[in-house]
């Protein structure tokens, strides 16, 4: 009966590859989000998405593309790996609005670019 | 921009003593604050938020903050700390989307418990 999940909770790659990191909520909350903690646990927002529209986008490569086939659900994908994508990315989801904000998280995806 | 600070990178306290960890805030209006914790290679999980109404609040595991206008403060106290509370924990402010809410972060303060 998890809230937020993410796979895979590890990935290792090689610069240069493409992968994906999926989200899925069992909440029936409306909005998602993507963020990224780097090395020295600095957390910043990529994405959020409501009722599968994309609502914010943050000053992100466009080599990361978030999908969101329906509102359960929320993918990164990531084309041609960098090192400095070496990071842990955490899915969240909310309801909008009334809620104001809170936010549930993910255990979070480890990524290690080789 | 809004921001979120928090002084201390580390901090470290006995078992049993008392702790307060700091957080600044700069935002025009009034602020959706959030205490968030996390432990080592978990997600995060919520502590405690304040909206409106009662400056002080009570979160989970023993832990209240205090929202602080004229300081731009929200801080973190606990009157007496476990081992298990070790971990890093974070300040977040809500700026908020029309649909969306998106939380900015502060830099954490890493807790370290001594026994």
């Known amino acids: 009966d998890t809230a937020v999940s993410q796979t895979p909770k590890y990935l290792v790659t090689q610069m240069g590859n493409d992968k994906s990191i999926k989200c899925e909520q069992n909440?029936?909350?409306?909005?998602m989000y993507w963020y990224k903690q780097d090395s020295k646990k600095f957390l910043k927002i990529m994405f959020s998405?409501?009722?599968?529209?994309?609502?914010i986008n943050e000053t992100v490569p466009n080599r990361f593309s978030p999908k969101s086939p329906d509102k359960a659900h929320l993918n990164l994908h990531i084309n041609s790996l960098e090192l400095g994508d070496s990071a842990v990315y955490f899915c969240a989801s909310s309801l909008p609005g009334h809620s104001r904000g809170t936010q549930y998280f993910g255990p979070g995806t480890r990524l290690l670019v080789l | 921009a809004q921001s979120v600070t928090q002084p201390d990178i580390h901090i470290t306290v006995s078992e049993g003593a008392s702790l307060e960890l700091r957080c600044n805030y700069s935002?025009?209006?009034?602020?959706?604050l959030f205490w968030y914790v996390q432990s080592p290679g978990q997600g995060l999980q919520l502590l405690l938020k304040?909206?409106?109404?009662?400056?002080l609040v009570q979160g989970i595991k023993g832990f209240e903050a205090e929202f602080k206008r004229s300081q731009s403060s929200f801080n973190l106290r606990k009157p007496s700390v476990h081992w298990s509370d070790a971990a890093e924990y974070f300040c977040?402010?809500?700026?908020?989307?029309?649909?969306?809410?998106?939380?900015?972060f502060g830099g954490g303060t890493r807790l370290m418990v001594k026994p």
């Open positions: 304040y909206f409106s109404g009662d400056t």
């Open positions: 998405y409501n009722n599968k529209e994309l609502i």
């Open positions: 935002y025009g209006a009034t602020p959706y």
């Open positions: 977040a402010v809500v700026v908020k989307w029309s649909a969306g809410n998106m939380l900015t």
């Open positions: 909440l029936g909350h409306d909005t």
